[in-house]
């Protein structure tokens, strides 16, 4: 084989252990840095040799005595334009950086929203620290967030912290709570919410609680209630689907103040409040949603690591407003 110039070659001997095992198992357990699928697309591209004889087979078994050699190109410019967009940087280190995300920014690049999203901030703010996702200089998204959910997100500088991440979100195997303003207060001060979650059968862009759809969980708990017309409450993800908080709270009869997807009508405890904060609620432009903490295990080190995001001016203010209502 002969690498690209650009590339690094990696080298290592297969013991007797490593024999029978396929190429590309046994290269990404060797090298941990490389995700499984990332060794078998540099496999299939040329990049790996036997004895100095390139081998595209990814399932090749491994042969004892043998050296291999596996070739991995520098990381191609990111597609997405670095963009100086400010950031709240929470930690940053090598592998992984943490971010309080502002309500209003949106998180990767679609064809609404092509340029000014995290991942181009991103991109410009970590520059050269990127290793590489997929042979690319971006950063690994591991989970979103709406663009007007505000609150702690992390996401993955190299592909082994974004192999490892993304399985520990799959698992739920971290710590994430949410704060969320909604309309009324719930008849029970905590609760568990279960219903099956799909795509609305009309509206495509809304998700709806669907019979045959995802199962979906939602613990709850109220942390402070204002009159019968809002509560202020935790919420805790046992799993991930989309709009889950916001479509769980809505059937439950109690949805977000100002959701602009899942408030169809104005709710009936908007009676219980004065004119003026009436307006404020009915008013307030993005859903009142924050992601106030989020933990998990470096995916690298293993130490425990763990954030927190108070809530932002615009949501603190309501509830402060909320509060100061004579009663």
């Known amino acids: 084989m002969t690498p690209d110039q650009a590339a690094t070659v990696r080298a290592m001997v ?81 592998e992984l950086i ?37 042979g ?45 303003l909604v309309w009324g207060v719930p008849a029970s001060a905590e609760g568990r919410i279960e219903a099956p979650i799909g795509r609305h059968p009309v509206d495509r862009k809304r998700m709806a609680v669907m019979p045959r759809g995802k199962p979906a969980a939602t613990r709850y708990r109220v942390l402070r209630a204002f009159g019968t017309a809002a509560a202020l409450l935790e919420c805790r993800l046992e799993t991930g689907r989309t709009h889950q908080i916001r479509v769980h709270l809505a059937h439950l009869g109690h949805p977000l103040v100002g959701d602009p997807a899942y408030l169809r009508r104005l709710p009936a405890a908007a009676r219980a409040l004065d004119p003026t904060r009436r307006a404020e609620l009915t008013g307030f432009p993005r859903q009142a949603l924050h992601a106030t903490s989020l933990g998990f295990a470096h995916p690298v080190t293993g130490a425990a690591l763990r954030f927190e995001s108070p809530l932002p001016a615009d949501i603190a203010g309501l509830i402060d407003r909320l509060a100061d209502q004579p009663p």
Request: hydrophobic content about 45%; overall charge positive; charged content about 25%.
């Open 136 to 180: 690319e200089a971006r950063p690994g998204i591991v989970h979103r967030l709406d663009k007007d959910t505000s609150g702690v997100m992390v996401a993955a500088k190299t592909e082994r912290a974004h192999h490892a991440l993304s399985a520990a979100f799959a698992r739920r195997d971290l710590e994430r709570a949410y704060l969320a």
């Open 14 to 94: 297969a013991d007797r252990a490593a024999a029978g095992q396929r190429l590309d198992r046994w290269l990404a357990l060797v090298f941990p840095e490389l995700s499984r699928s990332r060794v078998k697309a540099l496999i299939e591209a040329g990049q790996a040799s036997r004895d100095f004889t390139v081998t595209r087979d990814p399932s090749e078994p491994v042969r004892a005595g043998a050296t291999y050699r596996l070739g991995v190109p520098a990381p191609a410019p990111a597609a997405p334009a670095g963009q100086a967009i400010p950031l709240t940087v929470l930690y940053e280190d090598a």
């Open 98 to 134: 943490v971010i309080d995300k502002p309500a209003g920014l949106v998180v990767h690049p679609a064809p609404g929203n092509p340029e000014g999203t995290l991942v181009n901030a991103l991109i410009a703010h970590c520059g050269d620290s990127l290793k590489g996702i997929g």
